[in-house]
């Protein structure tokens, strides 16, 4: 079996299949797995850029981290969070226990790769079928296979034009509408010597600009001197500003920051990023998709509600959907 994408899909799907027997190789065209489990790089340890935190509602999402990931690889995130209602008015969460990795996100990822055939950087362009059987191309001319089968766990605009360049072009049609359900959003990761917000270590402001604001120092595992904020921008102004300057996104962020918390402390370090693939706003959940008379299925956190949770569901209804009769 060959998987695209080693975000926390694909890798489910290839732990699962694993455990089944199946020979599993993923391909990823970053230096790492992870996908939206992302961690920068930044002066004095990391910050978690995509995916804030989550939740486990599902009972076999949490035996399978327990597994294969390790309980060390994850946490509770003690923190007070809030949001804002549109008269002002602050809010806390609801109350539900709220993970993350330890000591950053990509430790869940990188502990659910150990010991799979996992090709990085590696960007599959093209797929060709022979006698039922699959052989992938990436963008070097490098060949790969034969396969049963394969799994795309890409976003929807990146598995629409594989799909597309792979002469499957009504496979292809199938993802039209949802990749136009993907929102993009800038994040910046900016650090300040002194604490800028003392009430909340995460808060969803009612702000044109600023969507989340999370303290990453707070979260456990973390050994950081002074704070690391992670600033996300609303979907609708970060698709506004998809081809802005990352310095000026970065400082517009900042400046929503300072507006919502009332501090007037400047940032000592900024490091921003684009997530063109950042969000579903498709509330519908078909869970996966699965073409037996092709061999191809297709898995997402954007097919199973959008939550880091779905990623797991979704690969986890695939599986299934393949193995039926």
């Known amino acids: 079996m060959a998987i695209v994408g080693s975000g926390l899909s694909g890798l489910s799907a290839a732990r699962l299949l694993t455990e089944q027997g199946v020979s599993v190789t993923l391909f990823e065209k970053s230096r790492g797995p992870g996908g ?17 935190y989550f939740t486990i509602r599902n009972p076999e999402f949490s035996r399978f981290l327990e597994r294969y990931a390790g309980p060390e690889s994850f946490a509770v995130w003690q923190a007070r969070l809030g949001f804002q209602q549109s008269d002002g008015q602050w809010q806390p969460f609801p109350e539900e226990a709220r993970y993350v990795g330890t000591p950053r996100m990509t430790a869940i990822s990188r502990a659910l790769a150990a010991g ?7 960007r599959i362009a093209h797929l060709a079928r022979n006698d039922r059987l699959w052989t992938l191309t990436d963008t070097d001319g490098g060949t790969y296979g034969p396969f049963d089968a394969v799994i795309i766990t890409a976003p929807p605009a990146q598995a629409r034009d594989l799909l597309a360049d792979s002469q499957l072009p009504a496979l292809a049609a199938k993802l039209e509408e949802p990749v136009a359900g993907i929102l993009p959003c800038w994040a910046v990761a900016a650090f300040f010597e002194s604490p800028p917000c003392s009430e909340f270590e995460g808060m969803r402001p009612d702000h044109d600009v600023l969507y ?33 300057r990352a310095e ?4 517009d962020l900042v400046m929503a920051f300072q507006d919502v918390t009332g501090t007037q402390d400047a940032p000592a370090e900024l490091v921003p990023h684009r997530w063109l693939y950042a969000r579903s706003a498709d509330t519908r959940r078909p869970g996966c998709l699965w073409f037996a008379g092709e061999g191809i299925g297709l898995a997402g956190d954007w097919l199973s509600g959008g939550r880091v949770e779905g990623a797991f569901e979704s690969a986890e209804a695939l599986l299934a959907a393949m193995s039926a009769p």
């Open 36 to 52: 939206r489990l992302a961690a920068k790089r930044v002066t004095g340890g990391s910050a978690d850029i995509g995916a804030q």
């Open 248 to 251: 000026k996104v970065a400082n």
């Open 116 to 122: 799979l055939d996992l090709r990085a950087q590696t």
């Open 212 to 244: 989340w604001a999370g303290n990453n120092s707070s979260k456990p595992g973390r050994d950081d001197q002074g704070q690391w904020w992670v600033l996300h921008g609303t979907p609708q102004w970060s698709a506004a500003n998809e081809n802005t």
